[in-house]
């Protein structure tokens, strides 16, 4: 039974850039697949061994495995792997998993990327907004819609005519604060406004969780109704930040002390040399 080599690499490659995650459980598969046909002369036995070696790089559990009398197997399994078309097909398998591995774990960097960066913001947000008297014709009360004027205008004319029966003097009669329509909650306050003075309501306002970008996502960590009220959960920002300023080396106590004791090391014997070489010299 033989069997040809066919160019796979680039096709793993090509379905693991697409998606890292699905892309290595699908090439899982298709590697497999692949494999069979691009091993170079082995037989079903010879092929058996190398997948079974692969699981845990033990080779007499490997002959075994692959048929091999358990009596023999120990001798059977270094034979096979010095066999040159074994051991190649063992490199070959190897080195790929290193690239899924490296394609993995770039993926986990880039989520720690996004959590580290995402603005917080996004998912809940500490807002001022503008009161009613904000952006009111002459800072008076501004209502939201026609219907909504009506109707404090109706409750308006039942204390005005409440306060004439009580005969309240003229000037002291209520007047209908109307500010005009067309009041929107989440106008910014107006800097002037003489009723809250520039600061407006504050109000904490939670995105809509599913239509969060990816990077948000990635911080969003859930959210829990307790009896103070809703809370949202994120991931650890610092922590994020932490592991990728590590990653990229921008975290230097740790490799300082390392090069110190290293260069320690290398002084006190270069300072032994010469003493050694002093005391050869005379
Ligand atoms: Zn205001």
Known sequence: MHFYRVSFRDFERGSLNSNARSGSRRCGRFFFRNR???MPKLTANQLRFVDEYLI???????????GYSKRTARQQGARLLTNVDIASAIQTAKQQRAERVEIEADAVLQEVYAIAMADTNGIVS???????YCWGVNHAYQFRSEGERSMARAAFQKRLA????????????????????????????????????????????????????????????????TKEGIEVKVHAKDRALELLMRHLGLLKEEVR???????????AAARQRRANGSQGGS
Do not use: W
């Open 56 to 66: 845990d790089l033990n080779a007499t559990r490997a002959a075994e495995a692959a």
């Open 126 to 132: 500490f807002r001022r907004e503008c009161c009613r």
């Open 162 to 225: 409440e306060a004439r029966k009580a005969k309240v003097p003229r000037d002291m009669l209520p007047q209908f604060d109307d500010g005009g329509l067309g009041f929107r909650a989440k106008r910014d306050p107006h800097p002037e406004c003489p009723q809250c003075d520039g600061d407006g309501h504050g109000r904490v306002f939670i995105s809509d969780t599913r239509k969060l970008s990816p990077a948000l996502r990635s911080l969003y960590g859930g959210v829990k109704h």
């Open 257 to 267: 002390v390392t090069v110190v004791d290293e260069l320690a090391a290398r002084l």
């Open 36 to 38: 069979i046909r691009a």
